[in-house]
């Protein structure tokens, strides 16, 4: 057994899953790719092979599967397309003697298969009122409403396993995730949508001698790193569920809607242990210690979700890009305020920075490494305790007077507000100045902004626990 290799390939998943803004919409889509993972695929081997040892890799919409003819590797990939058609999935398949000449085949058919192919609308139809895509048939009664949608999100809406679908990898705690943001009662109309991808594992696949292993190996860590993770955070809580929904969770990606009060702290935890149990598999992994990249972006709870993770994922490659050797995790964060923005680069250049009377200012020290993140969100507890919520947020009003406009504002801030042990001057100040000066190219930077945001997203202690779903 082993002569033929198929590769199993879908197309535009997180489109796939995205593309409705509505969150049972987004979470139905997300539990039919895991059932087509952990239930389609298994079943398709088992039946046509014999035994579902036959699957080398299996996770986030893609498989490798050997085969002992190619008859029987089209019968597999002809059983899983019948499941992708119903569900509005678009699948690639491609098989050859070995993993590089099937990957040569795949990849060839998706130069001609677009990501995103749809039915066209035409003037005589009503389009879906959840993805406005694809032409509307069904008739959906809604909170007293009538909504047409398209097969595709109904198959969303119903499928039958979404209450389960995460059961296999959190346990007893999988119901306890938020599935309804109006009804979840969160204090914040915030929330966070985090994108973490592991750091040049593309590279580190390409060498590896044993490609099956090493894809299940990483498959392996990253949803032990992730489960463990928030299985322990949920232990620890009293009563009620943390909002969180997992979304995507496959190989080394994870994608996820998370408690913006929680997130910061709950995606550092991931990266420690995503790393540490790399560690124990030496030979897998070349003996390099892999590492693990997050972007995270804080939007309101109606914006919409496909854009939301698009931004997230703008900020994971710009704190990707703050260390190209990949040896390091990164985290990048921001806070959405405009619909419209279209991607991270514009916030980087006109909310991080400004020009004020020829000299050049930065005002964040974004992307960090986790270690200094962990300090900073420390820093922005504090500085939550010590201050009022609009006298934090009029420091970015401060900051962008100018170097002496800032320096006196903020003295005449610490004169009114520091306590005796001078804290917040400790939090705010960098020596006995507001701005530190970068000697070599005479641009003025601190970090008060990150602070700033960090602050805003965060509760004060109350003694009580993260806001919890009845």
């Not at 005796?420 to 100040?429: A, M, W």
């Amino acid at each position: 057994m082993g002569d033929i290799h198929l590769l199993l390939d879908t197309r535009g998943i997180q489109e796939y899953i995205f593309r409705a803004p509505k969150l049972k919409t987004v979470i139905g889509a997300s539990a039919i790719i895991k059932h087509l993972n952990d239930v389609v695929i298994k079943e398709a081997v088992e039946n046509i092979t014999g035994s579902k040892e036959n699957i080398t890799y299996s996770g986030g919409g893609n498989a490798e599967i050997r085969c002992s003819s190619q008859d029987e590797a089209e019968k597999i990939a002809d059983y899983v397309q019948e499941y992708c058609s119903q569900k509005g999935i678009i699948l690639v398949s491609g098989y050859g003697s070995d993993y590089d000449s099937a990957r040569k085949v795949l990849n060839a058919k998706k130069r001609v298969i677009p990501s995103g192919v749809r039915k066209s609308l035409t003037p005589f139809d009503k389009p879906c009122n959840l993805c406005l895509s694809e032409p509307g048939f069904e008739l959906l009664k809604e909170d007293d409403a009538s909504r047409y949608i398209c097969r595709t999100c109904s198959a969303k809406i119903s499928f039958p396993y979404v209450k389960e679908i995460w059961y296999k990898d959190f346990g007893e705690i999988s119901d306890r995730f938020v599935s309804d943001f109006e009804k979840s009662g969160i204090e914040s109309s915030r929330m966070a949508v985090v994108a973490m991808d592991g750091n040049r594992i593309g590279s580190l696949f390409a060498k590896s001698e044993n490609k099956p292993e090493f894809s299940r190996k990483l498959d392996k860590i990253t949803r032990g790193a992730v489960t463990e993770t928030f299985s322990e955070y949920f232990r620890n809580q009293k009563s009620g569920t943390i909002f969180f929904r997992p979304l995507l969770l496959g190989g080394d990606d994870f994608i996820a809607i998370i408690d913006p009060d929680k997130v910061v702290d709950l995606v550092i935890d991931v990266c420690h242990e995503f790393q540490s149990k790399s560690h124990a598999e030496p030979e897998i992994f070349s003996n390099t210690e892999l590492t693990i990249s997050a972007g995270i972006a804080f939007v309101h709870t109606k914006y919409p979700l496909w854009r939301a993770i698009t931004l997230a994922e703008d900020l994971l490659e710009n704190a990707k890009k703050a260390c190209p050797t990949g040896n390091i995790s990164m985290i990048d964060f921001e806070v959405i305020t405009e619909s419209g923005i279209q991607n991270i680069g514009n916030i980087v250049n006109n909310h991080r920075r400004f020009t004020e009377k020829g000299n050049r200012f930065t005002l964040s020290d974004r992307p960090y490494e986790v270690s200094d993140l962990k300090s900073l969100i420390n820093d922005a507890r504090d500085l939550k305790e010590l201050l009022a919520r609009n006298q934090i947020r009029s420091f970015t009003d401060i900051l962008t007077t100018g170097l002496l406009d800032s320096n006196y504002l903020f003295s005449r801030l610490l004169l009114k507000h520091d306590n005796k042990d001078g804290n917040l001057k400790k939090l705010l100040l960098r020596g006995s100045d507001v701005w530190d000066k970068n000697l070599e190219t005479d641009d003025y930077h601190n970090n008060v902004l990150d602070l700033v945001v960090l602050s805003e997203m965060l509760k004060k202690t109350d003694g009580g626990n993260a806001h919890a779903e009845s």
